[in-house]
Antibody, heavy 117, light 110 residues
Framework: QVQLQESGPGLVKPSETLSLTCAVS?????????WGWIRQPPGKGLEWIAT???????YYNPSLKSRVTISVDTSKNQFSLKLSSVTAADTAVYYC??????????WGQGTLVTVSS | QSALTQPASVSGSPGQSITISCTGT?????????VSWYQQHPGKAPKLMIY???TRPSGISNRFSGSKSGNTASLTISGLQAEDEADYFC??????????FGGGTKLTVL
């Protein structure tokens, strides 16, 4: 059974960089598929952030591209997200997910990141 | 890129059928058959219900079905049950290799 688990600070100060990691178990990232990050501000809808292929190809939401970096570490079977220059608008539950056939089939439980001083 | 358009809310009685629409453009919904639907209960992660327009993942009830016509996709839930009450989001892969979500639809089972 594929499982994903997000980890990282729950509180980030404005203008700093948000860093999250998604640990994958039950499947080897190096074997294939795409892996991505999605966020959901409190009480609002889902927003796609970025996707990475196990080979390293990356895809970004144009509205966030200048601030986002997604990377993969196949040796640790995990992938990561960095979002720079955060503001209160970046406060959200951040989910990691596996993507195939244009859909996110396995999701992490999500982690709430609050941007506040 | 703009979010896909979904109705804010729909409702139905147990046993009835409801349909949720998801309208995009020729660059997303109308571009490929990579439309998916997610169910989200409060405080939980989204759950994939439909992918590739009309394919159900293993374990998803056949009461859930999807379709697409032009730039509009639809999710139909038949035989409504109390546990179907949740938020539903559509998503589409775009011609720019990005992903769009709809704003979400709150389903109330009366």
């Amino acid at each position: 059974q594929v499982q994903l688990q997000e980890s990282g600070p729950g509180l980030v100060k404005p203008s700093e960089t948000l860093s999250l990691t998604c640990a994958v178990s039950g499947y080897s990232i190096s074997s294939g598929y795409y892996w991505g990050w999605i966020r959901q501000p409190p009480g609002k809808g889902l927003e796609w952030i970025a996707t990475i292929h196990h080979s390293g190809s990356t895809y970004y939401n144009p509205s966030l591209k200048s601030r986002v970096t997604i990377s993969v570490d196949t040796s640790k079977n995990q992938f990561s997200l960095k979002l720079s220059s955060v503001t209160a608008a970046d406060t959200a539950v951040y989910y990691c997910a596996r993507r195939q056939k244009g859909a996110s089939d396995y999701w992490g439980q999500g982690t709430l990141v609050t941007v506040s001083s | 890129q703009s979010a896909l358009t979904q109705p804010a809310s729909v409702s139905g009685s147990p046993g009835q059928s409801i349909t949720i629409s998801c309208t995009g453009t020729s660059s997303d919904v109308g571009s490929y058959n990579f439309v998916s639907w997610y169910q989200q209960h409060p405080g939980k992660a989204p759950k994939l219900m439909i992918y590739e327009v009309n394919t159900r993942p293993s374990g998803i009830s056949n009461r859930f079905s999807g379709s697409k016509s032009g730039n509009t996709a639809s999710l139909t839930i038949s035989g409504l049950q109390a546990e179907d009450e949740a938020d539903y989001f559509c998503s589409a892969y775009t011609s720019s290799s990005t992903v769009l979500f709809g704003g979400g639809t709150k389903l109330t089972v009366l």
